[in-house]
Each structure stands twice: as C-alpha cells, then as structure tokens.
C-alpha cells in the first residue's frame, strides 16, 4: 500500500542502539497501542454508524412496523420497500440518478478546470486589485442562497434555461463556487515557490507551469474538490427543486422528497430504501476518490 | 514558536537564494481569471445587487417589488425573533465550530498513517457526512435524541431517567450542535489531503535530529498545517453562520421549539418564503454577510500573525 | 500571439459554450401549441401514492380530450410553496395548481389566479352546496374549486380503550372536563405504556378554530381581520396546559416530538396514546399506520360548531393562454366520475354531492366510516376564507403554543402576542 510510503520501516537505526530486550518490549507496547487504537477507533465507528444502520434497517421493514421497533435486529429481511421505491414515482429511479449523474459529473468537471485556473492567479500571480477581487470572492459564499435564487431564476427564466440541468452546471464552469478557490489558493501556498520559480527560469510560460509544475502536486487538493463537489451536488435540494420542474429532470433529491409528505403521510419504507439507494454511489465515490488523496503523495512525496 | 520562526527563516533564506523578480501578470492573471470573472458578472453579481436592492423594497414575490428605503432595516431592531436567532447562531457558531475542527483534525492525525484498513476507517467516520442534509435525518436524530431513543436507552440502563432532548427548548440546540459536529467529514477530508502535501524529508530530517512523535506534530506538521487550518476556520465559520440545512430538517422548518433552533438563515428563509416577505430576507441577508465578513476580516488579520506560507 | 488575439479566442470560447449551452435547452414554451394542440403545465404537492392517482386521472383526462397535453410537476408541501412563489415572482406560474385554504386569497388577492366566475359554463356546480362556493371565493369571485374537504376530530384508538377497560364516550354529550377526566384515567391505565392523549392539538389551526367557534367567536371575519378575543384564546391555551399538567398527555418535551411528523409517526398511529386530533380524511392513514381499530370522535360541546375545512383547491393560473382548457381540466378532476373513482378520497372528501354518492360504496370501511362522521355532522356557517398571509398562521400559533406547554409564558400572555403577531402579519399582507 501506498501509504507506508511515509514511514519507510527504518531497519538500520535500532538494533545498534537498543539492547534486544528494549526492541521486544517495545514491539510489544507498540502492538497494544495498535491494538488500543483499533478498539478505540472501532467503537467511535460504531456511535457515527448507528444512524446509519438504523436507516438500513428501516429499509428492510415493512413502513407501518419502522416506527413501532425501534430495534436495529431484523426479524426478516423484507426487501420489497426496494421494489415499491425504484418504480413508485412516475419514472424509474435510475432516471433520477442519471439526472444527478449528469448534474455532478458537470459540476466536478467545471469545478476542477474553473477553481483550478482561478486558484492558480490568486495563490502566484501579482495582479492589480488581487486583494479586492479575492474580497469579493468571499464575500461571494456569504449571501445565503436563498436571496440569490429568485434573481437567479429570472435570469435563467428569460434565457428559457429553467428545466435544464444549465442552471445548475454552468455556474460550476465559472467558478462560483468561491470555496474551492480557496480551498486550492490555500493548498497553492503551502507548495514551495521555488519549484515553479524553477521552472519560470527554464522560460516556462504561466500555463506550462500551472499544467505541469503546479497540478501533479495539487492532487490531494483536486480530490478533495471532486469528492465535495460530488458529495454536496448530489444531496443539493433547495436549487434543484427551484430549477428542474419536469420529473423526467428530477435528480435524487427532488425524488426522495416524493415519497414525503406531511398530510398524507411519508411512506417511509421506500424513502429509506432509495435514500440508502442513493448512498451508495456517493459511498462508492469516496471510498475509490481517497485512494486519490492516497496517491497524491506518491507523487509529492516522490519528489 | 520557535518552529514556526525556524521554518519561516528557512524559507526567507531559500527565497534571498532565488532571483525574485517584482513583476506584475497582469495579463496572465485576468486569463486565469476568466471563467470566475464571466461567473462573478453572469452568476453572481447580477443577483448579489438585486438581493440588495430587494433590501429596501417591500417584495412579496406575488407583486413587483416596492421601494420602502430603509424600513427593513430599522424593522430589525424591534424584531425580537431576529435577536433569538442571533443568539442561536453565535452559541453555534462558538461551540461547534472549535468541537468539530479539533475532532477533525485529530481524526485525520489518526487516520494519516499506520492504522490498518485507513480506507474502511477513513469512509465510515466520513458516512455521517454524506447523509446529514438528508431528509432522513429527522427521523434518524429522534431515534438517538429523541424520547425513547438511543441516548436514553443507555441513560436507562444506568438507571438516569432522561426526558426527549430534541423537543426540549433547552436542549434542543445542543443536540444540532452534535450532529453539526458529528458530520464533520469535511474538514477531516481537507486535513487528510493537507497531511498528504508535508514533504516527507521535513519529517525525516525531524526524526533524523531526534525529534519525538509529539515534537514532530507541534513543530512541523501544525505549522505546515496553518494554512489548511487557517482555510477551515474561515470556511467552517462562514459555513456555521449560514447553517440551515439540519435546523430546517430536524426541527420541520420552524426552528422549534420555542425558536430554540431558530438558526439565522432559517430565520431568514421562512421571513422570505413562508411569510412571502422577500425584501426583510433580503436585508436580513445582508446583515448576515456584514457579521460574517466582520468574522472574517478579523480572521485574516489574526491569520498574519499564526498562518505560515511557504511561499 | 499577440495579447488580442488571445483574448478574442477566450472571449469566443466562452460564446462557443454559451452557444453549445443554449442549443441543448428546451426552448419550447409550455403553452405554444402547433394544430390546435394545447399544452398544460400542472403542479401539486403529496406522496407517491397521490402521484400514481394523479399521474391515472391525467391519463383519463387526455383519452377525453385528445387536444390538450398535461404537463405534470409535483413535490413535497414545504418545497412547493417555494418554488410556485418563485415560479408566480418570474410570470411562470403553472397552468393548473393545487391550492391550499391558507394560500388561496394570498395567491387570488394579488391577480395571479384565474376568475373561474367568468367560465362558469364549463363547471357543473350543481352539486356543491353553497358553501363550498363561498370557501372558494375571495371577494366575491370564485377562484377555486376544492376536491375534497374534511372535518376536524378526535380520532380514538379503540384498542388501547379495551386493554385500559374503560368505554368510549358518547361524542354528542361530551364535555371538555369530561374530556381531561377520561384522558387522565387513560393516561393513569397506560402507565408509561401510552397515554390518554396527544396530538397537534393546540398547534394546528383545525383545533383553535373549532375551540374558537364553539365560543361563538372565528379566528378570521369576513374582512380578513382577526376577529378571536384575546379571552378565547387564552381559554385555549389555558386548556393545553391543563392537559399536560394534569398528565393526560405525555411530559411536555414528549409532546412537544410529536408536532410537524408526518401522520405515520403521531403517537396515535404508532399506538402510544387512546385519543389523538387529525382531520377526518386521515382515518384510513391513521389505521394503516396504526394497525388497531380506531374511531372518530367529535370534540365535545361542538354541535352546530363544526365545519368543513377544503381540504385542496384547484386553481388556474391568471396568466394561462388556455382559460377554457385549464376549466375543463378542472372540472374534470373535481366532478367527473372518473377522476373520483381513481383518487377516491385521497384529496379529501369529495364537497359535490353526487360525487360523494358515486364513490361512497367504493370505499373501503374505514372511509365510509370517515364519510358517514362527516354526514351526521351539524355543521354552522362556513369558517371565513383566511386573509392573504395567513399562512403565518400555523408557525406563530406552534411557536406560542410551545411557550405555553413548557411553561415560558402564561397563557393569557401568549394569546396577547399570538394575536398581536398574527394581526401584524395580516396587516403586511
């Protein structure tokens, strides 16, 4: 595995300094803290798990039983909340989470290219008014969306873009989510300067080495962006909802509010199944995209 | 300290090395600039000024706006909810904000190297993340907090009776607080990503000196760290104050019981949406982003004195 | 490359995916039609299974009538209201929209719903008694028709009566204190188990209404002011507090995590207390829930008090381009037979007369038993049509009652200050 990559076992040192018996007792602390560190971080697992299972358990019950056993053991394993969920709305759930596939692999994509760039002049390059501009970017993520979106819809409303997934790709591609610009202007910094101050001497343009000085060391920072951009995309609502009007548009989260309503009643069976449904890619994403933040340091560390 | 000093020397030193050249890239910049100049004037701007003209209008949605100058806000100073969600928002801001950073930083410590099965670990303490803004999670809160939930099930077995902690107005912030700090997967992540980016020579030349697991941490991995640092706090203030998500959910959008949970931007968006007052959301929004940018500023005033650059 | 050059690329790039952008948008307009097709846009809020009634009447209707297309949107209720008044802000309203009680003058007061008074030729009204018009009309003019309507009551869990060995009460002499006796005894029977009673009572407009009106007095008059003395109200607050001291209902924090569920999740339905409060159109809901026999209830000391609440309005939007089609299409969800067959009482109870008649031997026991209390009811006149923003009504009536329940403010100062909100609230309107 990579990550031994940062402790290399360190043969040569020990044995010429310590006494045998000092190396085995310490192999032996070494082994219960090891120990101890697993039960400990086990038993936080399970306190952050709880809801979780609880969820999936919930899932596997019949809806008019999820609220009267409040246990987490199952009697029977009834996965009929699965079937009744995937088609109960008026298309099949996989429409809905290619409709969200679409939207977040969008906005990944334009997340990474447009923070990236923008990053990249306010982390290395000197340029007049710098510091309004990056004021202004903060001050960007501090207006609550929910006073922008009527303005927004106007907008998108005249050029007809509402009921398309436009409204909620392009503003990734331009960079509004100022929370990545910084997020990377922050990791830009903490890269050496003299690495691309090299590579400006060899008669690399800004470009050259923002491609190929800066990105390769930036990894840890871009999966970063991919899985956050992924994870808040994905179980965004509020926009979605003002947005996409046509079921056939409708994302995941739009979808599980389907099966929701107060008056009525929630039928809670199939909104769990689905909502565990749609965990999972998002589980899957992150548990593939860490590997990434792994990888990164092969390279930094390479270096 | 004094490995900050040594560090920062370190690097004084390499730069006098270099030739660094003052120039500006004026050019270059507004290229790389582009995208987020063409979203600031399409996406961003457009709507940020209309917000701030709603501000002084009387905007119900229904109807066009009308201009009713700074009524919005000298309506706020009477406006006794308006004082209850600040002081929600600050004791959040205050409490869970410091309780997340540190769990998440410690975690990612933990989890950086040397424990078997990272990834597994890694993505469990990470699972609470991923579903706490969905709308499931009433429901899951209840059966932890709740009357006959988890907590007092265990309270129970040591014989403490315990009453419903989210429907009590005293402590039904404290259980948001814990699920605000129990999601907090995303800083973990950034921290994780930052450990990766700490050149391994700094940490071997360290342990070449003799420098202990505990001195290495202190003094060269957190000041490598204070910029990564630095950006979580700036981010999960800004993020604190604009909490909605968890409040709404939990509570059914009243921030209940008894405004107890009335977080501001909750406040702000059933003053625009419930109560079609879009004009008083407006101008609370705007206050919003003063007590905000306050924060912030002062942050990166502080910033200067304990965030270390590299570069 | 010069410095322009490079700029005049970057500046076409970025036409270039404007232009990409545009190509793929929908660009059709809802209402345009070619050949006389028409095209209506239509939104409601509810769950899966009003969406799979919904989606079969919208089926039923394009079979009848091959020229109009129906554009289906739907979403959960906090959602919806949302998202129409963000639609109605930008001139998108929807052509069709299910309306609630609370929202209708707010909506028909500021022009944006359509005057079905001068359509009337394609409704069949005759099956409605007057009131049912009234409550659709704001000034005078009919702006919505409702689908069904419901009463509200206790619901009882006879189940739970059996096992505490106590009988249920006759709902036509009934008293209030009677009331608190029988859900303390019950309370005292449950041990812990479950408890006398709980519900939204105290939180919801349908019990401070009814409470209201069985003082002679209405929340609203006919003016849209706030007509409710502050006496009345405190009455009613004072009763709350009375039920959780007296520990008819759970602790007050217990009672307090049963408001804003969903109906699955009220003690009622998950077997934890003998009485409840719901509208009667949600029997069926509640004993599927529930899993127990249940019964409704009158509130005691209610005859010729009690009243008939819409329970969802269709409405069209002012600015439709398809007047005609969005009545027809109206008409046909409220009193075709074929639309009352597929949703049955799933938006309450039907108001037309003949409607009610035609499903009544459809349903199953326990809607019949839902209809057949709403048809021994004695109603008095028509509650008045809630003022535009009195959709505050709910979140400032929860917000004291909760004061109230937990003892942070005396009752006759919570009904001061509910109804100082509420009046302030209206007044912005």
């Known amino acids: 595995m990579t990550t031994e990559l940062r402790t290399p076992p360190r043969v040569s040192e ?21 120990l101890l560190r ?40 009834d996965l009929s909340n699965y079937a009744d969920g995937w088609s109960a709305l008026s298309h099949p759930f996989s429409v809905y989470l290619l409709n969200s596939m679409i939207v977040v692999i969008g906005s990944i994509l334009g997340n990474l290219v447009s923070c990236s760039l923008a990053a990249y002049a ?34 998108y409303s005249e050029l007809h873009w509402v009921n398309t997934f436009i409204p909620l790709i392009l503003p990734k591609l331009l960079a509004t989510d100022a929370f990545f610009i910084f997020l990377m202007v922050q990791f830009i910094r903490g890269i050496p300067r003299q690495l691309d101050e090299a590579a400006r001497i060899d008669g690399c343009g800004h470009l050259r080495i923002f491609a190929q000085v800066l990105l390769p060391l930036m990894v840890p920072a871009l999966a970063t962006t991919a899985i956050f951009t992924f994870i808040w995309v994905w179980s965004d609502f509020f926009t979605q909802l003002i947005f996409l009007t046509k079921p056939e548009k409708y994302t995941v989260p739009l979808a599980i509010r389907a099966f929701m309503d107060v008056s009525s009643g929630t039928n809670w069976g199939p909104m769990f199944a689905m909502s565990v449904v749609s965990l999972i890619p998002v589980f899957l994403v992150f548990l593939l995209g860490q590997r990434f933040l792994v990888r990164g340091i092969a390279t930094t560390g390479g270096k | 300290m004094s490995a900050l000093g040594e560090l920062r020397a370190l690097s004084r030193r390499s730069r006098r090395d270099g030739p660094r050249v003052r120039h500006r890239d004026n050019r270059a910049a507004y290229l790389f600039l582009l995208p987020w100049f063409a979203g600031l004037l399409f996406v961003t701007a457009v709507p940020m000024l209309a917000s701030l003209y709603f501000s002084f209008t009387k905007f119900n949605l229904l109807q066009p706006p009308r201009f009713i100058g700074l009524d919005n806000f000298t309506r706020m100073f009477h406006d006794e909810r308006l004082w209850a969600a600040l002081r929600v928002t600050f004791t959040y801001v ?39 803004g969905s709308a499931a999670i009433a429901v899951l809160w209840k059966q932890i907090f709740g009357a006959e939930g988890l907590v007092n099930h265990v309270l129970a ?21 814990t699920l605000g700090v ?32 505990v001195r290495r941490f202190w003094s060269i991995v957190v000041p490598l760290l204070t910029p990564i640092i630095f950006f979580n706090v700036v981010l999960q203030i800004i993020g604190a104050f604009q909490s909605f998500t968890q409040a709404y959910i939990v509570s059914g959008g009243t921030g209940g019981p008894a405004d107890s949970t009335l977080f501001y931007t909750l406040y702000l968006y059933t003053s625009g949406f419930a109560n079609l007052d879009m004009g008083y959301a407006s101008a609370l929004a705007w206050l919003l982003v003063v007590i905000i940018g306050a924060f912030t500023a002062v942050n990166f005033w502080a910033a200067k004195s304990w965030v270390f650059y590299d570069d | 490359m010069t410095a322009r050059f490079r700029r005049t690329v970057a500046a076409s790039a970025l036409a270039a995916v404007a232009v990409m952008l545009t190509a793929c948008s929908d660009t059709t307009d809802s209402t345009s039609g070619e050949d006389g097709a028409i095209t209506l846009t239509m939104t409601w809020w509810g769950n899966d299974t009003r969406l799979e009634n919904t989606l079969a009447i919208i089926d039923a209707f394009e079979q009848a009538h091959p020229d109009i297309t129906i554009e289906p949107t739907y979403s959960d209720y906090s959602g919806y209201w949302d998202k129409l008044a963000t639609q109605t802000a930008a001139d998108d309203t929807p052509d069709i929209v299910q309306m609630d009680e609370i929202y209708l003058s707010t909506y028909a007061r500021q022009g944006v719903l359509l005057d079905l008074s001068a359509l009337e030729d394609q409704f069949d009204l005759s099956g409605y008694p007057q009131s049912a018009i009234d409550s659709g009309s704001v000034d005078g003019t009919l702006y919505a028709l409702a689908s069904g309507a419901a009463s509200y009551a206790f619901v009882a869990n006879t189940g739970l009566f059996q096992q505490a060995g106590v009988e249920i009460p006759d709902d036509t002499t009934w008293t209030w204190d009677d009331f608190l006796a029988l859900t303390k005894q019950l309370s005292e029977k449950g041990g812990g188990d479950y408890y006398g009673f709980a519900s939204s009572f105290g939180y919801d407009e349908g019990s401070l209404r009814l409470w209201l009106r069985e003082q002679g007095e209405t929340l609203f008059d006919a003016d849209g002011q706030v007509a409710a003395s502050e006496d009345a109200v405190a009455g009613f607050f004072d009763y709350l507090t009375q039920l959780v001291e007296n520990g008819s209902t759970p602790p007050a924090s217990t009672l307090q995590e049963g408001q804003g569920v969903g109906l699955s999740e009220t003690f009622l339905a998950t077997n934890r207390v003998a009485i409840g409060s719901f509208w009667n159109s949600q029997l069926s809901a509640l004993s599927d829930a529930s899993g127990s026999p249940l019964q409704l209830l009158r509130f005691p000391e209610s005859q010729g008090s009690d009243y008939l609440k819409p329970s969802s309005f269709w409405v ?114």
């Not at chain 1, 020990?14 to 090891?34: C, Q, T, V, W």
């Open chain 3, 316 to 429: 069209g939007s002012g600015r439709t381009d398809h007047p005609e089609a969005v009545a027809q299409f109206i008409d046909f969800m409220v009193n075709s037979e074929e639309a009352a067959d597929l949703q049955l009482t799933e938006r309450g109870i039907p108001l037309n007369e003949n409607v009610r008649a035609h499903i009544a031997p459809k349903l199953s026991e326990v809607d019949q038993a839902a209809v057949e209390y709403m048809d021994g009811l004695e109603l008095g006149d028509a509650e008045p049509v809630t003022p535009p923003n009195g959709s505050q009504l709910v979140p400032i009536l929860s917000r004291y009652a909760e004061q109230v329940v937990f003892g942070q403010t005396s009752p006759q100062d919570a009904a001061a200050g509910f109804l100082g909100e509420l009046g302030d609230a209206i007044a912005n309107g």
């Open chain 2, 157 to 177: 077995f040591f014989g403490v009776p315990g009453e419903s902690w989210v429907a009590n107005p005293s402590t039904a912030l404290s259980t948001l607080i």
């Open chain 1, 38 to 77: 697993h039960v400990l971080l086990i038993l936080a697992a399970m306190v952050m798990l709880y809801p979780v299972l609880w969820m999936v358990a919930a899932s596997l019950r019949p809806t008019d039983e999820i609220f009267r056993d409040p246990s987490l053991l199952l009697d029977d394993i």
């Open chain 1, 14 to 34: 020990g044995p010429s300094r310590r006494s045998d018996r000092a190396l085995r007792r310490a192999s032996g602390e070494a082994r219960g803290r090891r």
């Open chain 2, 182 to 213: 129990w999601t907090f997967g995303a800083p973990m992540v950034i921290f994780l990503a930052a450990l990766r980016q700490i050149p391994v020579e700094y940490l071997e030349a360290a342990e070449m000196d003799g420098a202990g697991r």
């Open chain 1, 122 to 155: 306010f982390a290395r390059l000197d340029f007049r008014g710098k510091r309004v501009w990056f004021a202004i970017m903060l001050v960007s993520i501090m207006l609550p969306v929910h006073v922008v979106i009527v303005p927004q819809y106007f907008i």
């Open chain 2, 94 to 132: 205050l409490v869970s904000v410091p309780l997340q950073l540190v769990l998440a930083l410690l975690l990612a410590v933990v989890l950086d190297r040397g424990v078997r099965g990272l990834a597994i670990y890694r993505s469990v303490f990470y699972l609470p993340s991923l579903i706490g």
